[in-house]
């Protein structure tokens, strides 16, 4: 699990090994911590994901958390866009025990963007710390995995077996 904490720069930053990512979806957990309070025109600590491929300009922002909550594919100017549609997010139990008064944690899942397929991109994670004195904590749940799609095939064919095996169970009824 990567943890990134305030107490230290005013940005932390941490890149996760590579992974393939061909044909599939990118599956991950995060959380986030905090005794901050949000408050009108105030600057938060955050905690962004992004993916990056080989190139600078292959930056996608996946989601930002702070104390105001979780925003799923910000925008990135300058960056590629991720389609809102790409991503699901759910709620998931904690990665640690809570080290602060507010903590929340998603599984997030994110179909493999066109563009990244075939890649090999690097999971960038940036923790921004206000220097208020206030903590907050950012953790990412690993490992990172590729889920592969399947086959139109298998599902096919495990449909018909289940078909098979429904359509005797009701006959010996």
């Known amino acids: ?12 930053s941490l890149e996760l090994p590579s992974v393939s990512l061909g044909g599939g979806r990118f599956e991950f957990r995060v959380g986030f911590e905090t ?22 300009d292959d ?8 104390t105001f909550g979780l925003t ?35 599984r997030i899942t994110i179909d493999v963007p066109e563009a990244l397929q075939g890649r090999y991109p690097t999971m960038a994670l940036d923790f921004f710390d206000n220097q208020n004195g206030v903590g907050s904590r950012a953790l990412m749940g690993g490992p990172v995995d590729v889920i592969p799609e399947p086959g139109a095939l298998p599902l096919m064919g495990f449909g018909v077996a289940a078909l098979a095996l429904f359509g005797r169970w009701r006959v010996r009824r």
Not at 37 to 47: I, T, V
Not at 59 to 66: K, L, N, P, S, Y
């Open 1 to 12: 699990m990567a943890t990134l904490e305030t107490g230290g720069p005013v940005l932390s």
């Open 72 to 106: 799923l594919a910000p925008s990135n100017p300058g960056g590629r866009f991720l389609p809102l549609s790409a991503i699901r997010m759910e709620s998931a139990p904690l990665l640690a025990p809570p080290k602060f008064s507010s903590a929340s944690s998603y």
């Open 59 to 66: 930056a996608i922002t996946v989601a930002t958390i702070d």
């Open 35 to 56: 005794d901050e309070r949000p408050a009108p025109k105030f600057l938060a600590d955050s905690f962004t994901i992004s993916l990056t491929g080989s190139a600078s």
